[in-house]
């Protein structure tokens, strides 16, 4: 009768433990309250983050075509902010090429944070977040590519000197390393993340002139937007395979960022679109020109581009944003406490069927 009770309990323990655990994360998540927007809007999906170069300001675009876009913040720190990036807390991460300085801005507005301005930095332009949240900045002043802690300090040079002349854009591929737009070589590099590695030229010469934004689409292959050719281009990873242009010319003049949204389409910065500055919606499929998304308006020189591929939450009682990645850490959390109640389930019922005479 006292192994049946011990029996009963254990495998009673296991699911009354899951329950109570899902119950908790379920009142967690239901406590969890989307970013806000200096607009009062909450976070979305899809949302486009623009850096102006001359507003000078960083704005958000809905990606519905023909809503203006919404001041995140512009004036002083900023003087001519170019590079955006999103981390995992959803804050936005600005390379000023004008201070010079890397900075972090809340998407509710107010006055962003420096995360580290000054030497070594003299035009760092291009930024990018790698798997484990450090910063990864392009400075064609210093001819280099930075790590950048987020948490401050001195960044880290990765690698400056020949082969870069002029590193711009910056994006992680995903295996880690770093590909690289050199504006002046021209070419598309790949960079190891270890320093000191000199960086492999993937492709350089014609039909690039003047390489800018990279992004990386979901089979691997860089999206390149071209300055000078006023085009977008898809750049094989494979070293000397030439690049396709998606489409050239007009309506683009002079596109500079690029960020590839959860559909698959490339979403292109052009600071002077025919005259207009304007944000641009690229189907990935050659030949198709491009949807204007949004154009004159607050816009002067839209130059960077990054998108919300998750939506950003506060924990309960504020703090920083959680995102993504903070949900599943929560949920593996759950799943490795519920493992272990099954375990020590399993454990007791085998405990007590090893007592049981055998019949």
Known sequence: MSNMTKKTKAGRLFPAAVVVLILLAATTVNMLTPLIHADGSPVSLGDIIVADANAPAVFRQSPSVGVAPTVIFSGTPYVDPWGVAIDASGNIIVADRGVPAVFRQSPSGGAPTVIFSGTPYVHPIGVAIDASGNIIVADYGAHAVFRQSPSGGAPTVIFSGTPYVDPYGVAIDASGNIIVADALVPAVFRQSPSVGVAPTAIFSGTPYVDPYGVAIDASGN??????????????????????????????????????????????????????????????????????????????????????????????????????????????????????????????????????????
């Open 222 to 359: 860089i999206i390149v937007t071209d300055y000078a050719a006023d085009a977008v281009f898809r750049q094989s990873p494979s070293v000397g395979v030439a690049p396709t242009a998606i489409f050239s010319g007009t309506p683009y003049k002079s596109p500079y960022g690029v960020a590839i949204d959860a559909s698959g389409n490339i979403i292109v910065a052009v600071g002077n679109a025919l005259g207009v500055p304007a944000v641009f919606r690229q189907s990935p499929s050659v030949g198709v020109a491009p949807t204007t998304i949004f154009s004159g308006g607050l816009y002067v020189e839209p130059v960077g581009v990054a998108i919300y591929e998750f939506v950003p939450v506060v924990p309960p009682g504020g703090g920083p944003g959680l995102g993504a990645g903070m949900l599943i850490v929560l949920i593996m959390l759950i799943v490795t406490l519920s493992g272990v109640g099954a375990a020590a389930a399993l454990s007791r019922r085998l405990s007590v069927g090893a007592q049981r005479p055998i019949r």
